[in-house]
Nanobody, 135 residues
């Protein structure tokens, strides 16, 4: 059974960099064709917002609205991938999730200028971690 687990600080000060790691266990490596590993967040009282993904190949793709502040990397030896979001503000307060999808979802993400994630597009999710940005 594939499991994803987010880890990282629950409280970040404004203007700093938020850093979260997703550890993948119980299944194929994050380098396995054709899996895509996303970061998604849900601000309080709002819907899901897709942040970006790192592909099995190591290629990355980010939401246009967050691209300037986002970096996703990976450590294949630990089967982990990491989100860094810089210059955070209280508006970045959210529950952050990591999730796995396939090629179809990745193509849909890249096909339009704005993408809203659906839960059924991802076959595995982490439990989510609350990140609060203090002003």
């Amino acid at each position: 059974q594939v499991q994803l687990q987010e880890s990282g600080p629950g409280l970040v000060k404004a203007s700093q960099t938020l850093s979260l790691t997703c550890t993948v266990s119980g299944g194929p490596s994050i380098t396995t064709y054709y899996y895509y590993w996303s970061w998604i967040r849900q601000p309080p009282g709002k819907g899901l917002e897709w942040i970006g993904y790192i592909a099995y190949s190591g290629n990355t793709y980010y939401s246009p609205s967050l691209k300037s502040r986002t970096s996703i990397s990976r450590d294949t030896s630990k089967n982990q991938f990491t989100l860094q979001l810089s210059s955070v503000t209280p508006e970045d307060t959210a529950v952050y999730y990591c999730a796995r999808s396939g090629l179809g979802t990745a193509q849909r993400i890249r096909s339009g200028s704005y993408y809203t994630p659906r839960t059924d597009e991802y076959d595995y999710w982490g439990q989510g971690t609350q990140v609060t940005v203090s002003s």
